[in-house]
């Protein structure tokens, strides 16, 4: 529940890329595997082509970990580290170091083999492997400046090599064997433990999201949005909750002479109000601002204040002291704009605000055609208290909602106060109560209205919202 499905789609991406399945580089990947004894000899290993029984003999070999199926992997130009991986045998040393070990072993059985080396061309990782230390490089130094804890890496391989890798694992790698992806990830993780220290790697939520792709060396690295959630109070009428691109230019970079160069319609907005101070502080590129729905820009929004999730986009350090903001945004707002509440979130909590529909109370002052009498338009009032409404989509708003009538209840009255020809009242409504048109009535769109039961034009003066019922 997103409010913009585009992220969604990205997160997807960055999953699909990523690897699973893999351990911690401090397990022995080798620990539970049971040697099997060399196969009989008898069994056909190969099923190549029948006919050319030269090409037929050299591809038989058992799988490893039998000696001649280490031999075979040397044989057809595996590389030290894909060796040790689809050996299935426990050497001393790991990786490439305890890959070379089984090669110097089975050079002493088989002579021949000491004239192959391991190449420039190994068929289960195309020499992969002798990059994870430049890779790991490139990374930790597009992470440097970068404050993070958590860490997800994504590698991406080209197909071929993919399939290529697995029909030679299945076939002549030790049962079990890791996967070429798996192990790069690991080795990857594990030269950057030793060269950047304490990083947690996680498989989902990271602080950064590192993607790799193998065939071009390109590395990016995705710095995960903060979610910071609070709750704020709009004591202006003048400006709007997200920011407003330019009507003329519709916000085009570097604007134009109608919004003198800012691209935006307002020159303030509460996003901006409270997104700017965080964006500054955490070195962060932009922000996104969600909120529990949303009040006009004229219109104020007081008591407890409105919950949001302020989204910092690509943050240079991700822990603010929250407690200092809840001053600063007052004071460099000029008061305009206070939040309470404020605390660390997540993307979940986006979709739980704005999926959650909460009452909230009112206060609307407007004016009358003439002065009504007072016990009248009191009582008149009040028989609207606990009653549905009908609202037909408002003129106001029907360039972007659609035309339909839509109930809502309202709640309670309260706190009728005539004044000659204005009226001031407190009242409490379901989640997507029109209040301006209930008031109105919008033409006749809203049924029954204040306007209708007072039989009098009414004229809005102005409208607060003094409480958002949520939590
Ligand atoms: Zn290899
Ligand atoms: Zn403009």
């Excluded at 894909?82 to 072993?105: N, V």
């Excluded at 000491?114 to 790991?136: F, H, K, Q, W, Y």
């Excluded at 390109?218 to 330019?246: A, H």
């Excluded at 709640?411 to 997507?432: F, K, P, Q």
Aim: hydrophobic share 30%; net charge negative; aromatic share 6%.
């Amino acid at each position: 529940m997103s409010p913009d499905p585009s992220e969604d789609e990205e997160d997807v991406t960055w999953v699909s890329f990523s690897s699973a399945g893999y351990g911690s580089a401090e397990d022995d990947p080798w620990e539970d595997v049971v040697p099997v004894p060399s196969p009989d000899p008898e069994v056909d290993w190969y099923d190549d082509d029948p006919i050319d029984g030269e090409a037929a003999i050299q591809w038989d070999a058992p799988p490893c970990p039998a000696p001649l199926g280490i031999a075979h992997l040397i044989r057809i130009g595996c590389c030290d580290h894909c060796l040790h991986r689809l050996s299935g045998r426990r050497t001393e040393k790991r990786g490439s170091e305890g890959g070379s070990e089984l090669r110097e072993q089975s050079i002493l059985t088989n002579p021949d083999l000491s004239d192959v080396g391991p190449g420039s061309d190994c068929p289960t990782c195309e020499n992969l492997m002798d990059d994870a230390r430049n890779i790991s490089e490139i990374i930790s130094s597009a992470c440097e400046g970068i404050e993070y804890a958590t860490m997800q890496v994504g590698v991406h391989i080209p197909k071929d090599l993919m399939e290529e890798e697995d029909a030679i694992r299945t076939r002549y790698g030790a049962p079990a064997s890791t996967p070429l992806k798996a192990t790069f990830v690991e080795e990857i993780q594990s030269i950057l433990t030793g060269e950047i220290g304490d990083i947690e790697f996680v498989k989902e939520r990271p602080d950064l999201m590192i993607l790799i792709d193998t065939l071009t060396l390109r590395v990016e690295v995705d710095v995960r949005p903060v979610f910071i959630y609070g709750r704020y109070i709009k004591n202006s009428r003048e400006i709007p909750q997200t920011r407003w691109p330019c009507r003329s230019c519709r916000g085009r970079q570097g604007g134009c002479e109608a919004c003198g160069s800012s691209g935006l319609q307002y020159e303030d907005s509460v996003q901006d109000l409270i997104g700017i101070p965080f964006a500054g502080t955490m070195g962060a590129e932009d922000t996104a601002f969600h909120g529990m729905g949303r009040e006009d820009i004229d219109v104020r929004c007081l008591g407890n204040g409105r919950p949001f999730v302020l989204e910092v986009k690509s943050p240079r350090s991700r822990s603010p002291d929250l407690a200092e903001f809840e001053s600063k945004i007052s004071s460099t707002s000029g008061g305009r704009v206070v939040v309470n509440s404020l605390r660390f979130s997540d993307r979940k909590e986006v979709a739980r605000i704005k999926q959650t529909r909460s009452e909230k109370t009112y206060t609307i002052r407007f004016s009358t055609e003439e002065a009504i009498d007072q016990e009248n338009a009191v009582s008149l009032i009040h028989s609207l208290s606990g009653k549905t409404v009908e609202q037909q989509t408002p003129t106001r708003v029907s360039h972007r909602r659609a035309d339909k009538i839509r109930k809502r209840k309202i709640v309670s009255i309260d706190n009728v106060e005539v004044h000659g020809e204005e009226i001031e009242m407190t009242l409490r409504c379901e989640a997507g109560t029109y209040i301006k048109e209930l008031v109105h009535s919008d033409e006749g769109r809203t049924v029954p209205s204040v306007s209708g039961t007072l039989n009098s034009k009414c004229e809005v003066i102005w409208l607060d919202v003094e409480n958002v019922h949520a939590d």
